[in-house]
């Protein structure tokens, strides 16, 4: 997947700013492809220039004028390719460097071990409330937008969401039977 893919495939809901595009990847997208403000508004150029979005100025009286940015024919064109095209490996490797750290632990003293497993699990589950929430969050979320569906769409945003708190559930666990296991040790 890539950023201008997710930007392409938030604009099929609705016409929306730089701004609106961040707020809206932090409540939704940010689990599986995450993008800071100044990456969107770069892509959102390029993809201005390869005529997939179209903008228009919005002026304002009290505030800055706003630019708001729509998804073109050819732009929904590209984005439908693009997700019907599956790759024949469906999720990238990744580079993980708390088990990087993992493979190397026997060098590093017990204790020391624990409490960053400890961290490990309390960062876990901090995730795990904000996935909550941001379910929570959904029909929030799905009413800034005309949706055909909504139960549809919120169903295949919820796909993306278990998916997150299932891993993180099975991460937890698994640290916690390191914890026991070098104990024992």
Not at 24 to 48: C, G, H, M, P
Not at 63 to 82: A, C, E, H, M, S
Not at 119 to 131: A, D, G, P, V, Y
């Amino acid at each position: 997947m890539s950023l201008s893919h997710a930007i392409l495939g938030l604009l099929t809901y609705s016409p929306m700013t730089g701004y609106d595009l961040k707020k809206i990847f932090d409540k939704s997208i940010s689990e599986v492809w995450s993008a800071s403000l100044s990456q969107i508004y770069r892509e959102l150029s390029t993809l201005n220039k390869k005529g997939y979005v179209s903008s228009t100025i919005e002026k304002q009286e009290d505030r800055p004028d706003k630019r708001i940015y729509k998804i073109t024919q050819q732009g929904r064109n590209v984005f439908l390719r693009w997700l019907n095209d599956f790759p024949d490996i469906l999720s990238n490797p990744k580079r993980d460097e708390f088990m990087l750290r993992i493979f190397f632990g026997s060098r590093l003293e017990k204790d020391q071990l624990i409490n960053e497993f400890k961290r490990f699990i309390s960062q876990k589950k901090h995730h795990l409330e904000t996935l909550k929430e941001l379910e929570k969050s959904f029909d929030l979320f799905s009413s800034q937008f005309n949706l055909e569906s909504k139960e549809k769409e919120e169903l295949f945003w919820y796909f993306t969401i278990k998916r997150g708190q299932m891993t993180l559930e099975i991460l937890i666990k698994w640290a916690e039977e390191c914890i026991n296991e070098i104990k024992e040790h």
